[in-house]
C-alpha cells in the first residue's frame, strides 16, 4: 500500500459497521478513510485498557487522568460516556489537542435515525464530527 494511502486510511480486521439506518455490514478487512469515520468501538473491556490500567508502579512520566461524564452528539448519534483529562484541563483542552480521536470509556450510542442503542466499554470519536461536547453532572450557567 503506498504511503499517502497508509497515512489517511486504517486497515481494520474483524469490523461490524453500523450504518444509521440501523443496518450492519461484517467484514475480515476494511480499509477506512480517518476524516469519515464518526466513531469506533471496541467489542470487549480487554481490548480497551492501555497502560494507565495496568496494576503496580507506573513508568515515568504517569499522568493520572480524571473521568469526566459527558455527552456528545455528532451527525447522527447521542453519545454518553467517560472522557479523561488531566486534572487541569478543562473539557475544551480535550477538544483541542493534536489527537483526531477522543477516547471514551463506558459509552452509550444511540442512533438517532434509528434510535438503536447499544453499550460499549471503549469508543473513539472523531473531534472533527462532533457538533456539541458537555460535561454531565454541572447545572452552572
Do not use: C
Not at 489517511?8 to 480517518?34: E, F, M, P, Q
Not at 493520572?64 to 478543562?90: A, D, F
Not at 489537542?97 to 477522543?102: A, L, S, W
Request: proline residues 6%; without cysteine; positive net charge.
Amino acid at each position: 500500500m503506498d504511503r499517502r494511502i497508509g497515512k489517511n486510511y486504517l486497515k481494520l480486521t474483524s469490523v461490524i459497521i453500523r450504518h444509521l439506518d440501523g443496518r450492519r455490514d461484517k467484514t475480515k478487512l476494511a480499509h477506512v478513510n480517518k476524516e469519515t469515520i464518526q466513531l469506533a468501538a471496541t467489542p470487549s473491556a480487554s481490548t480497551s485498557q492501555g497502560i494507565g490500567r495496568k496494576a503496580g508502579p507506573k513508568p515515568y512520566p504517569f499522568t493520572e487522568n480524571i473521568p469526566v461524564p459527558v455527552k456528545i452528539v455528532t451527525p447522527g448519534y447521542e453519545i454518553t460516556g467517560n472522557m479523561y483529562r488531566v486534572s487541569h484541563q478543562q473539557v475544551d483542552h480535550v477538544l483541542i489537542e493534536k489527537t483526531v480521536f477522543m477516547p471514551l470509556t463506558s459509552a452509550e450510542v444511540i442512533s438517532l435515525t434509528s434510535q438503536n442503542r447499544w453499550s460499549v466499554p471503549f469508543l473513539a470519536v472523531n473531534k472533527e464530527q462532533i457538533l456539541s461536547l458537555y460535561e454531565l453532572g454541572t447545572d452552572s450557567v
